[in-house]
């Protein structure tokens, strides 16, 4: 046997292995895949794929084909993800409004291969995922200039499910009409109540009345359905696109910043630790009918190391003039240091729930 002839045999041995092997690193994939899908995770996570490429290069000593390594492990990684993407394709995310929302804007951002499920309000896409009927559901928690969205903290409160996730996604807010109106023909709008605060100071100046509608997009849908010249909608383009009105004027919100968090929520808790450290953790809780309890709570959570950058109160629902309070505290809850704040903080509150950790920064 020729020595070309032994190397080629070498070589068909070796990719019996390394095919055997493949599957088997496949089968891990699939279960990685599984656990982001039951915790509403992105795929891609670029800085856990540098550590396995950073790793896993130093085990290969020749530096020319350290080089060929790397860019093979580049591509089995791009196929680990093409892989998870086609896992995931069954994945459903439910979001409040309809299509063109700006939550479904946000889902698809999040799962773009992923099956968005409208709901007619954020109680029923709550409980969608509380029940089985979706895998993860896509809430705004907060608005930069028109503040928390108080009806999905009271699920958070009172549900069972956990954030995973938060994004800030900014939000333009446009005058939508029929395609034959023009600007004086303009009287009255409709849309959520948040996009309304959020262009309170462009419909004073306009002088037009308003009108609460459910959500931005359905407010859209219902001036097309409508066709009167008189009636526009606040929500987005893509809501003016998807309904066949015109955008008669782009950016109307008053804080040109306008930036929405939302927030992925899933049955299960995350417990996969952040490589770059920047973990926050939201608890909420009330605090005993004692003088000063609230106070001391705030202390333990300091004196722990912890760094409160919010805190808010809202009215405990079915009781009256009693509150609870939600805080996101910089860091993981789950540490040691974490678990002996929680343990501390059990002494002065009546009721605390960890509701999820996330990444900052997304």
Not at 134 to 153: K, M, R, W, Y
Not at 155 to 177: S, T, W
Not at 239 to 259: P, Q
Not at 290 to 304: E, P, S, T, Y
């Amino acid at each position: 046997m020729s020595r070309l002839e032994e190397a080629r045999r070498e070589i068909d041995v070796i990719d019996q292995q390394m095919a055997e092997l493949f599957c088997k690193r496949m089968e891990a994939v699939k279960t990685v895949a599984m656990h982001k899908k039951e915790h509403g995770l992105p795929i891609h996570d670029p800085m856990r794929e540098a550590q396995v490429i950073a790793r896993n290069s130093e085990n290969v000593d020749d530096d020319t084909l350290k080089e060929y390594y790397t860019s093979f492990l580049q591509d089995l990684m791009g196929t680990s993800r093409a892989y998870q993407t086609r896992l995931l394709e069954g994945m459903r995310v439910a979001f409040s409004g309809t299509l063109g929302a700006f939550a479904h804007i946000a889902v698809k951002k999040l799962f773009p291969t992923a099956t968005a499920v409208p709901y007619g309000d954020f109680t029923a896409a709550y409980h969608a995922v509380e029940n089985g009927e979706c895998d993860a559901v896509v809430l705004p928690i907060e608005n930069s200039f028109n503040g928390e969205v108080g009806q999905v903290t009271d699920l958070m409160f009172a549900g069972n499910l956990y954030v995973n996730r938060i994004i800030e996604l900014a939000v333009d807010q446009d005058l939508l009409v029929c395609s034959d109106a023009v600007a004086e023909d303009i009287k009255e709008v409709v849309s959520h109540p948040q996009a309304l605060g959020q262009c309170a100071d462009y419909i004073r100046a306009k002088g037009y009345t308003s009108r609460e509608y459910g959500n931005t997009a359905l407010a859209a849908k219902y001036v097309a359905e409508k066709g009167d010249k008189s009636l526009a909608a606040i929500a987005s383009a893509e809501a003016a696109e998807l309904f066949g009105l015109k955008v008669l004027e782009r950016n109307i919100n008053t804080d040109r910043g306008n930036t929405t968090r939302f927030a992925v929520m899933t049955r299960a808790e995350n417990r996969v630790r952040s490589n770059s450290g920047t973990l926050c953790s939201i608890l909420l809780f009330t605090v005993k009918h004692q003088a000063g309890a609230l106070a001391k709570a705030l202390d333990i959570i300091g004196l722990h190391g912890f760094n409160m950058g919010v805190l808010r109160s809202r009215p405990t629902k079915g009781k009256m003039w009693q509150y609870y309070f939600y805080a996101e505290v910089e860091g993981d809850v789950r540490t040691p240091a974490g678990e002996d704040m929680l343990r501390m903080l059990g002494r002065f509150c009546d009721c605390l729930k960890h509701a999820g950790t996330y990444e900052k920064g997304e």
